[in-house]
């Protein structure tokens, strides 16, 4: 085919539009493949954190590195991934629905790639996290408890329910909601806004076109999730004391608050593993925006591509 009616027909093409429900289902297919990638690349970093999260013993690179090595040695390698199940059980539909909700809260608020209002980027990202959370968040508690026990407590995901039903009843289920709520607004926020007006910015300084390359959106994910992550962080530290509390220890916010504050300080305390969210975070949210990003964009290419082929 020749340049003139390879143009002509990416021209013909851009008249084929792709419905609502189109672009939700591409959105839920990308969404979920990119947050399973994202997380499963880091799933042992991902461990390591909660259990010092939950702890209150000083965080260190040192001790971190130590806690991988011991893993290993007394459980093997793919208790580096212990919990990931849960992980993939909670992520797949939240990834999907977060990026679907976002696109969709653009849509009601009216944003696209060229609006450059804070306020509703903001907020379109907030409502993003809200929705996705809220409808995922018993599988979050159970991914969190398997994390920091040993296999012989928790053997599956299964018994994971079904012991907290039965042993803490089901309002476990939605221990540390309210942090959640509280830390998934600013983080979800900041992390979908970051990474926004980073893409717009690349259009309008270096380079205006549609698709963006990988290694761009790469860097964007980066900065965005490291700059997400530190402004939610100390209400992640309380959610996870709440999440994994069996024994009634960390009943409530304020609670929680003040036993981390007299025990464990400020720095040590509510900031303590954020070095390794430094880490992981980056390389997590980095991968699912890009990956989410290339997806769905070959995903409705071929769709417009199939709707064009069949009306000629």
């Known amino acids: 085919m020749v340049a003139s009616e390879k143009n002509c027909l990416e021209s013909r093409k851009k008249f084929v539009q792709l419905s609502n429900a189109d672009i939700v289902v591409t959105s839920l297919c990308a969404g979920a493949i990119a947050g399973a990638l ?170 205006n076109t549609e698709k963006i390359n990988t290694f761009a959106s790469l860097a964007f994910g980066a900065v965005a999730g490291m700059l997400g992550q530190s402004s939610s962080y100390p209400l992640d530290i309380v959610r996870r004391r709440m999440q994994t509390d069996a024994e009634g220890k960390y009943t409530t916010i304020m609670k929680t608050l003040r036993l981390i504050y007299v025990n464990e300080g400020i720095i040590c305390g509510f900031y303590k593993g954020l070095s390794m969210n430094w880490i992981k975070g980056p390389i997590a949210v980095g991968i699912s925006f890009a990956t989410y990003d290339h997806i769905k964009d070959s995903l409705r290419t071929l769709l417009t591509t199939y709707k064009y082929t069949n009306k000629l």
């Open 38 to 207: 994202a997380k499963s690349t880091i799933a042992p970093l991902d461990r390591t954190k909660i259990n010092f999260q939950i702890s209150p013993k000083p965080y260190s690179t040192k001790r971190a590195l130590k806690f991988l090595i011991n893993t290993y040695k007394s459980e093997g390698v793919f208790a580096l991934w212990r919990g990931n199940s849960a992980t993939m059980a909670r992520i797949v539909p939240h990834a999907a629905i977060q990026f679907t909700a976002h696109e969709q809260w653009k849509r009601i608020l009216q944003i696209d790639c060229s609006t450059n209002s804070p306020a509703r980027q903001l907020l379109a990202g907030s409502l993003a996290g809200i929705t996705s959370q809220s409808l995922t968040y018993p599988l979050d508690l159970a991914r969190a408890r398997m994390a920091v026990t040993h296999k012989t407590e928790y053997a599956t995901l299964r018994q994971v329910f079904v012991k907290i039903y039965y042993e803490e009843g089901c309002c476990s289920f939605y221990r540390g909601y309210v942090p959640t709520m509280l830390g998934v607004i600013p983080y979800a926020g900041v992390s979908f806004f970051t990474y926004d007006t980073l893409k717009r910015l690349y259009r309008e300084n270096i380079e």
